[in-house]
């Protein structure tokens, strides 16, 4: 049992790793991307998307645990008014 974890954990770091290697080495032409008249260095089309990707997986969890913060403090902030006003 405690193989077959082990397999399927390793399964679920290599399919990953491989399907990303993959994507780098179908994708290389080269692209210069302009941003507010600012041009970038020529690079492979993979290392912009790749890194849209890995700021995205960083930024999306982060904005999920604001949001949940932020609906705790209301709900904390409705019972207290709730106390309050049955008091």
């Known amino acids: ?20 290697m993959f994507f780098v080495l179908e ?23 790749l890194a849209a990707l890995v700021v995205g997986l960083a930024l999306g969890p982060l ?4 949001g949940v913060m932020r609906s705790k403090r209301r709900i904390r902030a409705s019972a207290r008014q709730a106390a309050l006003a049955e008091s």
């Not at 904005?63 to 604001?66: K, Q």
């Open 63 to 66: 904005l999920g645990a604001y």
């Open 27 to 49: 994708n290389q032409q080269t692209v210069a991307l302009v941003l507010f008249g600012w041009t970038a260095p020529a690079v492979p089309v993979a290392l912009p998307v």
């Open 1 to 20: 049992m405690r193989n077959l974890k082990r397999a399927l954990a390793l399964l679920f770091v290599l399919l990953p790793a491989a399907v990303v």
